[in-house]
């Protein structure tokens, strides 16, 4: 084949007859490491896969971050005739263009909304630990940032290959199957003072996957997990794509990986030190943030609304919020209880329809949150409080708070349901089946239910005054199409 004779070209051009290669590592490799799979590979299959993963860098010299590669290659070459077979097998994934089915990210802008994809998978199904490393005032893309290397570097040679099966056969959709029962699964220590030990410990826990399931035990509830379709996670992976380049992320620009990781946090960095706000603090709002979608979560927020800036009308709130999509809308009572929305659509989109009745918009991106609750002050919302570290079988957690002196529980639309309602007297979150979230026209009070559409409790005192109402925006607000309208499967 083509490939098969190029590997031998390039090999004789970079090699000559040296049979041990003596060059650095390719700049596309992260860390510079070639995974072992303790001891399934050898002294001589290290330096193939090292000579091979030097080929693919000269023919794919477009290719400038790829951290999987070399562990795809270590895998595929135990199933490879030669260091040729293998050069081919993995040129073909590099190669395939279907969107929809893609294979390998060969970009820091691609392998970047990757991660984050991720992230949005994982803010639905493992809130708990992704509200836990937020309020910990920890970089969430730092942890979500090995996430691929959890399936392949990490997991036991016998776990890896299982799952590279299905991967050939199904394409990138099936790791994040794995990747969130990890995240789901995984028990974070008590106290961290670094996003490192984050790492770490993730680390050593896929690492001793054996401890918890066998590898027939993990496949099966791998595709047990509710994601979205392969169209759905296309539509999100390109939205994070565009987010991140009106951010100011470059798209194939080669440079060194300290080049990057001092690039990569000064477009990351959202202040939430010097926040301005009468409803919440510095570190609830990070929390707060932690929940929203990633492609608005690249963005320092800004305030669109204040009851004490703009007054206390439902006319000044819509005068000041429409126009600016995504919204949060954050209350705070007289009884000093915090909640509020996530409003995913423009609050323009109440004039669609011309009509007199209530109007319906959101996608099933929007929530409900408390931020500060009496009742809920301090205490643990369905989690086992006597699981020791790495001791818990594969299964979901649901949402918890940590021991801080503040707690955010989101509750999250399951599906395309009657989200926000708007009129000119009132606002409501959540449609049949009880509203979340209530206020009338002076926003001087409301009131809180419990809400089908949402699964949600009363966020605070089913009737409730408020002391000051805030809504806060994205910093160059971008308008997004829906890509993630459900959570079908396929």
Not at 197 to 209: L, S
Not at 327 to 339: C, G, P, Q
Not at 405 to 422: C, G, K, M, N, R
Not at 462 to 479: A, L
Request: charged share 20%; net charge neutral; with cysteine.
């Amino acid at each position: 084949s083509p490939e098969r004779d190029m590997y031998y070209e390039l090999s004789r051009k970079l090699f000559g007859e040296q049979k041990l290669s003596t060059h650095p590592v390719p700049e596309y490799m992260e860390a510079g490491e070639i995974p072992r799979y303790k001891h399934c590979l050898n002294k001589a299959g290290v330096n193939s896969v090292k000579k091979i993963l030097l080929c693919l860098g000269k023919y794919f010299p477009e290719m400038n971050f790829c951290p999987i590669l070399p562990a795809l290659v270590s895998l595929i070459l135990h199933f490879s005739q030669d260091e040729a077979e293998c050069f081919y097998s993995v040129s073909r994934l590099i190669c395939y263009n279907d969107p929809n089915k893609r294979y390998i990210d060969q970009t820091f802008l691609t392998y970047r909304a990757s991660c984050m994809t991720f992230g949005d998978l994982a803010n639905r199904c493992c809130r708990g630990i992704r509200k836990l490393i937020a309020s910990s005032h920890q970089n969430l893309f730092e942890f979500y940032s090995d996430w691929i290397m959890w399936i392949f570097a990490d997991l036991p040679f016998t776990y890896a290959i299982r799952v590279l099966d299905v991967y050939l056969l199904e394409g990138y959709k099936v790791l994040y199957r794995f990747a969130v029962i990890f995240f789901s699964a995984f028990i974070p220590p008590q106290k961290v003072a670094d996003v490192e030990d984050f790492r770490t410990d993730m680390k050593r826990f896929v690492q001793n996957v054996a401890r918890h399931c066998t590898a027939e035990n993990l496949l099966e509830r791998a595709f047990l997990v509710p994601i979205a379709t392969r169209r759905e996670l296309n539509l999100l992976f390109k939205a994070n794509k565009v987010s991140l380049m009106q951010k100011g992320w470059f798209l194939n620009v080669t440079v060194s990986p300290r080049v990057f990781s001092s690039y990569r946090q000064s477009v990351d960095t959202v202040d939430f030190n010097n926040l301005s706000s009468s409803v919440v603090t510095g570190t609830e709002m990070r929390v707060v943030w932690a929940w929203i979608p990633e492609r608005f979560a690249l963005f320092s927020p800004i305030k669109l609304f204040s009851t004490t800036e703009h007054g206390e009308s439902l006319a000044s709130f819509y005068y000041h919020v429409e126009g600016h999509e995504p919204a949060v809308l954050i209350i705070k009572t007289v009884d000093e209880e915090v909640f509020g929305a996530f409003i995913s659509s423009d609050m323009a989109e109440r004039h669609k329809y011309d009509t007199d009745k209530a109007t319906f918009f959101g996608t099933c991106e929007c929530f409900v949150f408390t931020v500060s609750h009496p009742a809920l002050h301090g205490k643990c919302i369905g989690m086992a409080t006597n699981v020791k570290k790495y001791d818990c079988s594969f299964s979901f957690v649901p949402a918890w708070s940590a021991t801080n002196d503040y707690l955010t529980i989101p509750f999250t639309a399951p599906s395309q349901e009657q989200f926000t309602v708007s009129t000119s007297f009132c606002l409501f979150s959540g449609g049949n089946g009880g509203h979340a979230l209530c206020f009338q026209q002076n926003l001087e009070a409301g009131y809180t239910e419990p809400c089908d559409t949402f699964k949600s409790p009363p966020l605070c005192k089913r009737h409730f005054k408020i002391q000051s109402m805030e809504v806060w925006g994205i910093q160059n607000s971008i308008c997004f199409s829906q890509p993630f309208p459900s959570q079908q499967n396929i």
